[in-house]
Structures are given as structure tokens and as C-alpha cells.
């Protein structure tokens, strides 16, 4: 078997390249290799490979920024996933796509499942939701799987940006009234491996494709998520200037950003669960996992 990665040095690319190489050939590239904005240079690199398992983690993730470069986020997280899946399609192969809890507004109570009704309120949620649509429209051949916060040894998140300014400042403030579920790349990353072992083991006609919702168990906010990382740094001997009670909560109104993000972001994994016989760590040992590394 022959796969196609593609962003081979993002936080879920890089973890990717462990989880995947044992299953059989496997071609990573980025975007020195690949220009996912130019859908001529993805119709021939997929045409020179010919995998059979297409793994597209490579996306736009600069939220706020994205605001600003609205056509540049469309092509590489809305144009580019549907060139794949046409080409996918054309193979007969298997396409891995990944997409966000910010496809959905955050509006609803309790956790989204796959069949509640999408809501982007920001251009990285609205090209991430296009994106989408168009694998769903172009192969029935698909695995979309929707995140949240992900968290990765490799690369920048959250807690590395609370680990720096925990050890930086006297102060800190983080927002509290947004949750969702951190959840390691590494994780996304093994759980990928097992659905192409699994499309592998079962057989495109049996196979159940579709659109599943793949983030950590539990819940919690980014004030807690915050002090829950600087408490682990702190065990380890890493000196921190602000300790975890002395992270101030605050609003999203208190801290605006160009984007906006979903207040909930809880996402229901009960499909994927049953579907694969599977039961998802909790956030906190992901984080754990993920923290031993960077410390």
C-alpha cells in the first residue's frame, strides 16, 4: 500500500509520519514539495505517486489571519480538499480529511454531533466547512474527521505559548468562557493509522465512510487548560513566574481577536466510539503524553 501525506511538518503531519510508515510506503511532502494553493502541482504530484490512501492534514490554520487572506485560506482549505478527493476518486483510493470545531458557531448547549447543522463565524471556519462539502461532493471514498485544539510536541499551540508566558510574566490572563476538548496530535495521529488499517482489513464495500467527530474525552476551558499545563511544568522543576491559581480568567469580550472563535466547541464522539469499537483517552493525558516531550 502507498500513502500520500500531505503537510508533512504540521503538529498532526509530523505525528502522521510515525503512525503511518509501518502500513506501507509512505510518500510525505510539504509545501516545498507541493503548493496546496495551485491545484495543478496537487493534480500531478497525486497522478506521479498513485497511493492508495490519500492523508491530507495540511491546512490554513492561521485563524486571525486568515480574516485578512480570505482567498489564500479558501485555496488551501476549501479548493485544494475537493482536488484531492476528485483525484482520490479517480484511484479508487481512501482520503483522510481533517476539519474543526469552528465549522459550528458554539451557539448550541451540550456537545455537536455529526449531523447538527454547521455555522462558521470566522473565514477559517467557513473555508474549513467548504472544504468539506466539496470531499463530501467529489468521492464517497472519505474519512472527514473534525477536531479541536490540537496540541503537538512539534510545532506551536496553546500550551506552549502558556509555558513561555507563565515563565515570562508576572500576570497572565486566559478566556474562560470557551470549551472544547485538547487533543494530541499524537492521538489523532494513531487513530488515523487504525481507521486505514481498518479500511485496509474490512474492504471499500464495507467499509463505513463518513464524516466523525475525533477529539480527546472530557472538557474544559482555556483558563483551566492553561493552568492544568503550568501546574505540569511545575512538577517537573520548570520555574514559573505565574503559578496555576494565579491565572485570571476572562471573558471572550475581554479579549477580541479578529476572528471569532465558538464558545463551545464540544464535540460528540459517540459515532466514532461505536462505529470502530474505540474508547478516546482523557484531554488530560494527551496533554500529559504531549508535555513530557516538550519539557
Known amino acids: 500500500m502507498k500513502i500520500l501525506l500531505t503537510g508533512k511538518y504540521g503538529q498532526v503531519g509530523f505525528e502522521l509520519q510515525r503512525s503511518l510508515a509501518p502500513l506501507g510506503e509512505l ?3 510539504d509545501h516545498a514539495d507541493c503548493d496546496l494553493a495551485d491545484p495543478v502541482a496537487i493534480r500531478d504530484l497525486v497522478r506521479q505517486v498513485k497511493p492508495s ?3 491530507n492534514p495540511a491546512a490554513y490554520t492561521a485563524v486571525d489571519k486568515a480574516e485578512s487572506e480570505p482567498a489564500l485560506a479558501e485555496a488551501i482549505n476549501a479548493v485544494a480538499p475537493g482536488v484531492l478527493a476528485e483525484e482520490t476518486d479517480r484511484l479508487g483510493a481512501l482520503l483522510v480529511h ?3 470545531d469552528y465549522v459550528f458557531d458554539g451557539a448550541m448547549p451540550g456537545s455537536y454531533l455529526e449531523t447538527d447543522g454547521t455555522n462558521p ?5 467557513r473555508t474549513k466547512r467548504d472544504g468539506e462539502v466539496a470531499v463530501r461532493a467529489a468521492t464517497e471514498r472519505h474519512l ?3 477536531t479541536s485544539w490540537v496540541i503537538g510536541a512539534h510545532g506551536c499551540n496553546f500550551a506552549k505559548t502558556m509555558l513561555r ?3 515570562e510574566r508576572e500576570r497572565l490572563q486566559v478566556v474562560a468562557d470557551q470549551w472544547g476538548a485538547p487533543t494530541s496530535a499524537a492521538l489523532l495521529a494513531d ?3 487504525h481507521l486505514v488499517r481498518q479500511w485496509q482489513r474490512r474492504g471499500e464495500a464495507a467499509f463505513p465512510y463518513g464524516t466523525y467527530h475525533a477529539v480527546a474525552g472530557g472538557e474544559t476551558n482555556w483558563c483551566d487548560y492553561a493552568r492544568f499545563v503550568i501546574g505540569e511544568a511545575i512538577l517537573v522543576g520548570r520555574v514559573m513566574k505565574v503559578m496555576p491559581a494565579a491565572v485570571q480568567a476572562i471573558t471572550t469580550a475581554d479579549y477580541p481577536t479578529p476572528a471569532r472563535r465558538p464558545a463551545n466547541s464540544r464535540l460528540d464522539t459517540t459515532r466514532l466510539k461505536s462505529t470502530f469499537g474505540l474508547e478516546l483517552p482523557h484531554w488530560q493525558q494527551g ?8 519539557l
Open 27 to 29: 510518500v510525505a511532502v
Open 53 to 55: 490512501v490519500i492523508v
Open 98 to 100: 481533517y476539519s474543526t
Open 121 to 125: 463565524q470566522s473565514v477559517y471556519g
Open 144 to 146: 472527514i474527521l473534525r
Open 165 to 167: 508566558l507563565a515563565a
Open 191 to 193: 487513530l488515523t493509522a
Open 287 to 294: 496533554v500529559r503524553h504531549i508535555l513530557q516531550q516538550i
